[in-house]
């Protein structure tokens, strides 16, 4: 299971390159992101499933700040 995490990681990490060649901001909450993830040992898709409040396959701005304030990711600039 592990391994499957890391690799959804990756490809996410990936799609964040692409959409942001210079993936600044986006690395900072990233990170945080991983990290809490890894320490839940929580899979990237078990938590997008869980933070996709209204089904649609996409985290609206609300649904977004909803998972960053569950995940005490709160001290981002």
Known sequence: ???????????VKKRLEISDPNF???NQIWNKIIATLK??????????????KNGDGRLNREEFMSALRMMRIEDLT
Not at 39 to 52: L, V
């Open 1 to 11: 299971m592990l391994a499957d995490a890391e690799a959804e990681l990756e490809i």
């Open 24 to 26: 600044k901001w986006e």
């Open 39 to 52: 320490r839940h040992n929580i899979s990237p898709k078990q938590a997008f499933e869980h933070f996709d």
